[in-house]
């Protein structure tokens, strides 16, 4: 309390000495000039204060306030003409049926209406494009989104089923030692993933083209080594599930 006294006392001596400089100081306002160029002044201020506004500001930068950027394939009519006299017939959009470089083809079965079984036979000859995949991968994209029903032994008996106590009321397809699914072209497999089947949801929505047909590759790659272990096995005490599916 007492150092906010004492700071109080300074301001003041301050304050009275600053009056005595512009006391002493007086004369310089009372000279004619200073008089007529505070009036002009006085009278500049009122008569700029006005509501009406006739010009506008200065644009700093103006390139930046008003941009000339235009979306990517904006072109204006004017542009349009310009390129068609050059030979140009120029129409904001890739030729129909084109595919990005690096892009899968595509697969050109739509989902068969209710009842109808078409495209679906139709898929057995559409074949796996992949040559080389990354397996482990392959196996991730599985067992992430596939293990849960068909069983990380892609018996058929994942967690969500287990032999019919699980909440999944329907039985997954067992992928590996089932014959009807061993001899399942890998297109139909793939058609089955894209739009579902019975009580098996779509996988299009979770799993690319590309992914898709990974998982695919990677059920075959499993039926395949299956169906050698077995074959190779015979007689022999074989891996337990394996051999036991196969006999159903
Ligand atoms: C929610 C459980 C569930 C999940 C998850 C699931 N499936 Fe299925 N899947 C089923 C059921 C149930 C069937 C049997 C459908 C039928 O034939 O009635 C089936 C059938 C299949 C078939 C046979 C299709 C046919 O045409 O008969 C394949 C192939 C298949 N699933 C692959 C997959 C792949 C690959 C994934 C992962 C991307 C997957 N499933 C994820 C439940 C599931």
Request: net charge positive.
């Amino acid at each position: 309390m007492k150092k906010v006294s004492i700071q109080v006392d300074h301001r003041a001596t301050d304050r009275r000495s600053i009056i005595r400089v512009f006391a002493a100081k007086g004369y310089f306002f009372s000279s004619p000039l200073m008089q007529i160029s505070l009036i002009i002044a006085a009278v500049m201020i009122v008569a700029s204060c006005s509501d009406i506004k006739r010009k506008p500001g200065r644009v700093y930068m103006p390139d930046m306030a008003y941009s000339r950027a235009y979306e990517t394939y904006s072109v204006t009519e004017e542009e349009k003409q310009l390129l068609e006299k050059q030979g140009i017939h120029y129409s904001n959009v890739p030729v129909a049926g084109t595919i990005k470089r690096g892009e899968m083809f595509p697969f050109l079965l739509m989902k068969d209406k209710d009842g109808d079984t078409t495209n679906y036979v139709a898929s057995k000859q559409v074949k796996n494009p992949l040559t080389t995949m990354d397996t482990v991968e392959a196996e991730r994209l599985y067992l992430v989104n596939c293990g849960i029903c068909h069983g990380g032994k892609l018996d058929g008996n994942g967690p969500l089923y287990k032999g019919g106590d699980g909440p999944f009321p329907a039985k997954p397809a067992t992928l590996v030692g089932d014959a009807k699914y061993e001899s399942m072209p890998e297109g139909q497999m793939f058609y089955s993933v894209t739009y579902g089947k019975n009580k098996m949801g779509s996988y299009a929505s979770q799993l690319n083209t590309h992914q898709r047909w990974m998982v695919i590759s990677y059920i075959k790659s499993k039926q395949g080594a299956a169906k050698s272990a077995t074959g190779a096995s015979a007689g022999s005490a074989a891996t337990g599930t394996d051999s036991t599916a196969a006999k159903k």
